[in-house]
Each structure stands twice: as C-alpha cells, then as structure tokens.
C-alpha cells in the first residue's frame, strides 16, 4: 500500500481528481486545521465552522475534474472567506 503522506500536493491533487478518497481524505486532513481556524476567526461558533468545512470540501469533490490547481492552501482558504 502507498503512504499518501509522501506524495506532493500536485500529486494528490491529481489522485484527488482520479477520484481517490484517501487523497481527498488525505487533503482535508493536511488543511482542514488551518481552515477551521480561519473561519472560526470570523464566527466563533465550532459547528458553523464544521458546517462550512464541509460545504467546502463537498463542493471541491464534485467540481474536481473542473479545476486546474497545482497547489490547494489558498484556494481553500478564500473559500472559506466567501462562505463565512
């Protein structure tokens, strides 16, 4: 079995739109920290910020063959900036 650890995030990114769910798995982990904390910045309510996470990695998922990013971090935080 490969250790998705040891994979860039271009390769996970291009894993993610195969549509593997240990690489989409693999990337919520890695961010979702950094997310969470945005949000909760603005709102300061845990399970609206839950809420948004998952609003935000749903929407990436379904709209993964759509993009064509090398790198995810900022994209994902200005999402959560817009949803919040």
């Known amino acids: ?5 040891s994979y860039t995030e271009k390769e996970l990114l291009d894993l993610i739109k195969e549509g593997s769910y240990p690489a989409i798995t693999e990337d919520y982990d890695s961010h979702s920290n950094a997310l969470f904390g945005s ?3 603005i709102l300061r309510d845990q399970e609206a910020c839950m809420d948004i996470l998952q609003d935000i990695f749903i929407w990436f ?3 993964r063959s759509k993009w064509e990013l090398s790198s995810c ?12």
């Open 1 to 5: 079995m490969f250790k998705l650890s």
């Open 39 to 41: 949000a909760f910045n």
């Open 61 to 63: 998922w379904e709209n």
């Open 73 to 84: 971090r900022g994209y994902l935080l200005t999402a959560v900036k817009f949803k919040t």
